[in-house]
Nanobody, 124 residues
Framework: QVQLVESGGGLVQAGDSLRLSCAAS????????MGWFRQAPGKEREFVAA????????YYADFVKGRFTISRDHAKNTAYLQMNSLKPEDTAVYYC?????????????????WGQGTQVTVSS
């Protein structure tokens, strides 16, 4: 069972950038699709971005298009979420997830493994 560990969250000001990392415990990561989700207080977990196993196909929620970029490094067993032009409404706990099928999905229920989350706070 692969384990996922997120890092890179923090407190930033509006307009700043952050890069989140999601490190997987072993190389099976390379066969899984990866997704990033977020959950703000009092709200449901929502899809942010996803990437297929090979890294050639990505998908984004409309509210992050043009600002966030998902990527992966197979050699490092790590997925990334580059977040630019951050807004206060981006404040949430961000989670990475892995899906065994290798094809990306926007639905949390379709992911098999989850990290513990990392807090991102954007001040105005």
């Amino acid at each position: 069972q692969v384990q996922l560990v997120e890092s890179g969250g923090g407190l930033v000001q509006a307009g700043d950038s952050l890069r989140l990392s999601c490190a997987a415990s072993d190389g099976t990561f390379n066969y899984y699709a990866m997704g990033w989700f977020r959950q703000a207080p009092g709200k449901e977990r929502e899809f942010v971005a996803a990437i297929n196993w090979g890294g050639g196909t990505t998908y984004y929620a409309d509210f992050v298009k043009g600002r966030f970029t998902i990527s992966r490094d197979h050699a490092k067993n790590t997925a990334y979420l580059q977040m630019n032009s951050l807004k206060p409404e981006d404040t949430a706990v961000y989670y990475c997830a892995a899906r065994r099928t290798g094809v990306q999905s926007t639905q949390p229920i379709s992911y098999d493994y989850w990290g513990q989350g990392t807090q991102v706070t954007v001040s105005s």
